[in-house]
């Protein structure tokens, strides 16, 4: 009798318990991602070497301990509005020797233009030494087809963060 009665709830105790898992596993691990020494408490660092910062809008993605691909935020939204900038993801991989250094990040960062047009601008940053970073980027018109893009190089990068007013980004 005993018997047929854990088999009748077998399947709610499975459930029961992975739902347990993944509610600790979730809150775990958005917790580890907040604390993380390269998530947002590196902002200041990002200002100092002119990389962009993790927005207060953005979600972490990824688990602190992936590897390859690190971690990442993403922006709920993916459009701008009329006058925002909207900085749509962030990707942060840490240093293989030491993971709690800056190494890799590479983000993108969108803009409504005058004629209704959403422009992106892609960053990558190499962080040396948590003290100086060599930048990358790419720009293009998001949904056009076909796809126009121009690599930039430092100058360009910061040509672009000056005319959407993203001072923080320039390089001095």
């Given at each position: 009798m005993k018997n047929l009665n854990l088999k009748?709830?077998?399947?709610?105790?499975?459930?029961?318990?992975f739902g347990i898992y993944f509610t600790y596993d979730y809150f775990d691990n958005r917790n580890e991602i907040k604390n993380l020494n390269y998530g947002?408490?590196?902002?200041e660092l990002r200002i100092t070497l002119n990389v962009p910062i993790i927005n207060e809008y953005m979600k972490s993605r990824n688990r602190h301990d992936d590897g390859?691909?690190?971690?990442?935020?993403?922006?709920?939204?993916?459009?701008?509005?009329?006058?925002?900038?909207?900085?749509?993801?962030?990707?942060?991989?840490?240093?293989?020797n030491e993971p709690y250094i800056l190494n890799?990040?590479?983000?993108?960062?969108?803009?409504?233009?005058?004629?209704?047009?959403?422009?992106?601008?892609?960053?990558?940053?190499?962080?040396?030494?948590?003290?100086?970073?060599?930048?990358k980027g790419r720009f293009f018109y998001y949904d056009s087809k076909p796809r126009m893009?121009?690599?930039?190089?430092?100058?360009?990068?910061?040509?672009?963060?000056?005319?959407?007013?993203?001072?923080?980004?320039?390089k001095k």
């Open positions: 009748k709830h077998f399947f709610k105790i499975v459930l029961l318990i947002i408490k590196a902002n390859f691909f690190g971690n990442g935020w993403d922006s709920w939204s993916k459009k701008p509005n009329e006058t925002e900038i909207l900085h749509i993801w962030k990707n942060v991989t840490p240093s293989e890799k990040e590479m983000d993108g960062l969108r803009k409504r233009n005058s004629d209704g047009r959403i422009m992106q601008l892609n960053i990558y940053s190499t962080i040396i030494g948590d003290s100086v970073s060599k930048r893009e121009k690599e930039l190089n430092e100058m360009e990068i910061d040509s672009v963060a000056k005319s959407w007013n993203l001072n923080y980004l320039i």
